[in-house]
């Protein structure tokens, strides 16, 4: 199946502090992708869709301002945490979705980024 | 919007025994029905999906069934291994466009040596 990569696989930060998370898929384009959220022993929450070229759209209860997301290009979209407080600790999953109109495509998963905000 | 449900929240099984997870889901436009298998720590695998125009999909030890006139499907594992513990989530969305997966809650499955 499709390859999507996530970097870092974990960060720890300080209070205060931005972090940065790439999503990149390996081996097609993805022209959406999805930000996911997960806390311990829960599912995923989605926090945005994000479209190449476009704003991202953000799902209710989610601060834009504070999720920065940004899909510059088919096979890279980033999640910058702004000013991270230890609320914002959690378990960060990317998606990407190849859109090729009118057929059914696949989401794949990255394998997560951990974030603990001290 | 989609709401999807997803029972149980756990299962445990013994070694060779066959465990069902079953999903209901809320939104008559949603076609697609991916099962997504998470390890401790790690992102969700694909391990099989279903349209709509198929009842049944099968892939080894895995099947999916799909009633699509009362929305629901369900995860058949058979001949289970201890290296089938996780958990499992069930997801819906439409087909096409650019729509995300709506997950189920998620079941721990624990399968007993």
């Known amino acids: 199946g499709a390859v999507v990569s996530q970097h870092p696989s974990w960060v720890i930060c300080k209070s205060g502090t931005s972090v940065k998370i790439e999503c990149r898929s390996l081996?097609?384009?993805?022209?959406?992708m999805f930000w996911y959220r997960q806390f311990p022993k829960q599912s995923l929450m989605l926090m945005a869709t994000?479209?190449?070229?476009?704003?991202?759209?953000?799902e209710q209860g989610v601060e834009k301002d504070k999720f920065l997301i940004n899909h510059a290009s088919l096979t890279l979209s980033t999640l910058t945490v702004t000013s991270a407080h230890p609320e914002d600790s959690s378990f960060y999953i990317c998606?990407?979705?190849?859109?090729?109109?009118?057929?059914?495509?696949?989401?794949?998963f990255g394998p997560g980024t951990r974030l603990t905000v001290l | 919007g989609e709401n999807v449900e997803q029972h149980p929240s756990t299962l445990s099984v013994q070694e060779g025994d066959s465990a069902v997870i079953k999903c209901t889901y809320s939104d008559s436009a949603s076609n697609y029905f991916p099962w997504y298998k998470q390890e401790l720590g790690k992102g969700p695998q694909l391990i099989i999906d279903i349209r709509s125009n198929v009842g049944e999909k099968k892939d080894q030890r895995i099947a999916v069934t799909l009633n699509k006139t009362a929305k629901h499907f369900s995860l058949h594992i058979t001949e289970t291994q201890p290296e089938d513990s996780a958990v499992y989530f069930c997801?819906?969305?439409?087909?096409?466009?650019?729509?995300?997966?709506?997950f189920g809650s998620g079941t721990r499955l624990q399968v007993q040596p």
């Open positions: 081996d097609f384009q993805a022209t959406t």
């Open positions: 997801a819906a969305s439409p087909a096409t466009g650019r729509r995300a997966l709506t």
């Open positions: 998606s990407a979705k190849a859109f090729r109109g009118g057929s059914t495509d696949t989401q794949y």
């Open positions: 994000s479209n190449e070229g476009s704003k991202a759209t953000y």
